[in-house]
């Protein structure tokens, strides 16, 4: 089984991508429209993340369910 977090918290997600690259409010932007919310925490899954820092962010938006109102 892979040891990769599937889903990351909005601070996991800054560090993996340089949180000197991505501010808080950009990672929270991004948690809220391609996250999931369990309880009272936001998390990004770890697909996301890999297709921000492959620069195909804009391919997730093809993805039928993802960036859509939940």
Excluded: W
């Excluded at 800054?14 to 391609?34: N, P, Q």
């Excluded at 921000?52 to 939940?70: F, I, S």
């Amino acid at each position: 089984m892979n040891a990769e977090k599937r889903l990351l918290t909005v601070t996991e997600l800054r560090r993996r991508v340089g949180e000197d690259v991505i501010g808080r409010d950009l990672a929270y932007a991004l948690a809220r429209r391609y996250g999931v919310r369990l309880g009272k925490r936001l998390l990004v899954p770890a697909r996301v993340v890999e297709a921000l820092l492959e620069g195909r962010l804009e391919e997730l938006e093809k993805t039928p369910g993802a960036g859509q109102g939940r």
